[in-house]
């Protein structure tokens, strides 16, 4: 953040960033900060806490647990993709909705 700073300052445009909660951004050393970084320039903004009603995924999640998924287990990982897959698009045919499934590739170096 230091260096944000000195760049607004050097270059004499406000800079704001967005953080989230997370501990680190809000400790004792960091908030004696503040008020400095904000006189250089760079003024930092938080993001409210979160709040999953806002977040309409995770209402699907809870009705795709709730009515696809209750009571049953699985095998192992293989078993509960399956289940999530299948309780996707039986919601999605529910609801008249169309759903795709998309197959991400994973490639790592060695």
């Not at 903004?45 to 309409?56: G, I, R, V």
Request: hydrophobic share 35%; aromatic share 12%; proline share 3%.
């Amino acid at each position: 953040m230091e260096i944000e700073a000195q760049e607004a300052e050097k270059f004499g445009r406000i800079r704001v960033i967005v953080q989230d909660n997370g501990p680190i951004h809000r400790c004792q050393e960091v908030q004696q900060l503040w008020s400095k970084w904000e006189y250089m320039g760079l003024y930092i903004f938080f993001l409210p806490k979160y709040c999953s009603e806002m977040n309409p995924i995770e209402l699907e999640w809870q009705h795709l647990k709730k009515d696809e998924l209750s009571g049953q287990m699985f095998d192992d990982e293989l078993d509960l993709a399956y289940a999530v897959i299948n309780g996707v698009k039986a919601r999605g045919e529910r609801g008249k909705h169309s759903t795709e499934r998309i197959k991400f590739n994973s490639y790592s170096s060695v």
